[in-house]
């Protein structure tokens, strides 16, 4: 697909990325527009319209359309497909093609988090992100088990005004592989695992921060990585094999590793003050990479803790709102909001989540105190709960 001189055909490759989607077979159905969480709230996106005006190679449209950023790409709309078209892989291939032409989507924060993400491309970065492992934690710099911390150390900079902490997910984390019998290895010089960059069309700066982190785990010794982040994992699971070939080390979520765990009886959890909670589904960990009872057998080993699960949970998840730092406006409030209601609805009193993209949304919009006093509901991390209540 490339022309002489290194040069993309755009035509070719939007071409090519819908066969490889299946949005030729579209019925225009509308079924994923129906689904849409963002088309609900904003009445000018419509995930149809945007496959159509890709099928008839509106490129040149596109390239000046802000709704080629708006999509959420939570694959809620994937479910409900009946055809099986993949509206993530159109999506992201559509984002690349915009974006070489020129087009770039609405960062929010003032593009801080893109800014540090191409900071890291650097090959000389040195880092000082290890400062939050206290004594109480046992890790080590090399050795089989690595445990990749995501981007959770800056997050926990950038948005602490909004009262989230993502860093106490991963004191939870490590604390967990503790009590599981493993120390993990930690990477001083982590990059990030550049989610956010291949999904917003930077495929080259993705390709940087992949070689960087490839390099610093194979240095490390690597014989399995293990992800508290969803979207670190489902990116090494699925795209770093995709354009590097097989990895040398095994690819596990924590949630996977800490439920053999607790079913083994290697992990325990002592009697706590009863609670009531309901889990948020992120969609990288759920519909894209199918991890749904891990987290829920977590949760449902702690004595103490009721877990009821909203109405739509599991593959009918409501996302958190926003995707890639991108696109926070008025009709993400909205979404946030009436997620937030649901989980209210269930009874609980604590919403848990398994991502710091989710922690911070939802935290975020509790922020407002309307909305806040309305819900009554505490937001927290399910690493830092089970870390609490190991016996």
Known sequence: MQKPGGDIDIR?????????????????????????????FDASFSPRSLLIRATRGE?????????????????????????????????????????????????????AVQSLTRIMKAKTLKQDRLGWVDGSLKTRSKGGTVYFVGCAPYFDVLFSETGASPLDGARG????????????????????????????????????????NLKLLEEAGAKRVVFSCPEGYALFKTEYPAHFGPLPFEVVHITE?????????????????AVTVTFQDPCRLGRHMGIYDAPRA?????????????????????????????????????????????????????????CPKCEIHFTCALNDSILKDEVGLEITDLMALAASRLE
């Open 59 to 111: 490129t040149d449209k596109l390239i000046h359309d802000q709704s080629v950023w708006s999509c959420l790409t939570c694959g809620l709309c994937d479910t409900r497909c009946p055809v099986g078209i993949d509206y993530g892989l159109l999506t992201k291939v559509m984002r690349t093609v915009v974006r070489r032409e020129g087009g770039e989507g609405t960062c929010t924060h003032g593009g």
């Open 298 to 354: 977590i949760l449902e080993a702690m004595p103490g803790v009721t877990l009821l699960d909203m109405p739509r949970s599991r593959a009918r998840a409501i996302c958190c709102g926003v995707g890639n730092w991108m696109n926070c406006t008025s009709f993400t409030k909205q979404l946030q909001a009436t997620r937030l209601r649901e989980a209210a609805g269930t009874g609980a009193s604590v919403l848990v989540t398994a």
């Open 173 to 212: 984390a490590v604390r967990l592989l503790n009590a599981a019998g493993i120390t993990p290895a930690l990477l001083p010089n982590e990059r990030c695992c550049g989610h956010d960059m291949l999904w917003s069309g930077d495929v080259e700066g993705f390709l940087a921060l992949a070689r960087e």
């Open 257 to 273: 590793v800490l439920a053999e765990a607790v079913e083994a009886g290697t992990v325990t959890f002592a009697e706590g003050p």
């Open 12 to 40: 070719e490759v939007m071409a090519e990325a819908i066969r490889e989607s299946r949005a030729f077979l579209c019925y225009e159905c509308g079924k994923c527009s129906g689904i849409c969480p963002v088309a609900r």
